[in-house]
């Protein structure tokens, strides 16, 4: 058997084998390469941590027996939700030994490059883009602002390989439509404007700006 047919779906159950009577769906594993994130929603977190407590201990003992572990420092907790009444429950984790290790609800959790929040508004997800457009405009700039520079040609391929995979990278996900997201990636972008070579700035920011707001269109 392996790790992932552990969770094929089977509806979750209390410990008396009875229906929990707030709906919870299966506990759900996802895997990518050596990164793992187990995933459950119900109408209570408490709940929530319960069930991802019992599937925790199940992968533990699955790793034990092909003398695998986990990686402790890399273990983080999120609640997604947005009722204002609920709390953050930190959850107990089982381990092998017999000890029980704590873990906090953390503000943010990056999962394969994209940083997941709370209420799912992805701000220091765009935060990190901008962050990184802006190191990689002003390279880009010190290229277009000699005066025998790389052709307004060469500094756009720069962007379109450079900069718009950063921009771009997993926007499916994180992209919501939001003004403020588009306007901090926008303001970064332009910062290439100063350059009088790189006439087809605007085309690209033109680019990036219809091409997520093409991406929200399809999620809805």
């Not at 509806?11 to 793992?36: C, K, R, S």
């Not at 995933?39 to 003992?61: C, D, W």
């Not at 953390?106 to 209420?119: A, E, H, I, M, N």
Request: hydrophobic share 40%; net charge positive; no cysteine.
């Amino acid at each position: 058997m392996t790790l992932l047919d552990l969770f094929k779906p089977n509806p979750n159950t209390d410990l008396q084998g009875l229906p929990l009577p707030d709906e919870p769906t299966a506990t759900i594993l996802f895997m990518y390469v050596d990164d793992g994130k187990l995933t459950i929603f119900s109408k209570l977190l408490e709940t929530n941590v319960k069930l991802l407590a019992a599937a925790y201990y199940r992968v533990n003992q699955w790793l034990q027996k092909v003398d695998l572990t986990l990686d402790k420092d890399k273990q983080e907790l999120m609640h997604y939700t947005r009722r204002q009444q609920d709390g953050s429950p930190a959850i107990r984790l089982p381990e092998n030994n017999g000890t029980i290790s704590t873990i906090p609800t953390s503000s943010t959790v990056q999962w394969l490059g994209v940083y997941f929040d709370r209420k799912l508004l992805f701000n220091k997800h765009i935060a990190k883009i901008t962050s990184k457009v802006k190191a990689a405009v002003a390279s880009i700039s010190m290229l277009a602002n000699i005066i025998r520079g790389l052709s307004h040609y060469y500094l756009y391929q720069l962007y379109q390989t450079y900069i718009l995979p950063v921009i771009l990278y997993a926007s499916v996900v994180w992209w919501t439509g939001k003004k403020q997201h588009t306007q901090a990636i926008s303001v970064r972008a332009t910062r290439i404007e100063h350059s009088r070579r790189f006439l087809s700035l605007n085309y690209a920011i033109e680019y990036v700006i219809t091409h997520l707001q093409e991406i929200s269109q399809r999620i809805r």
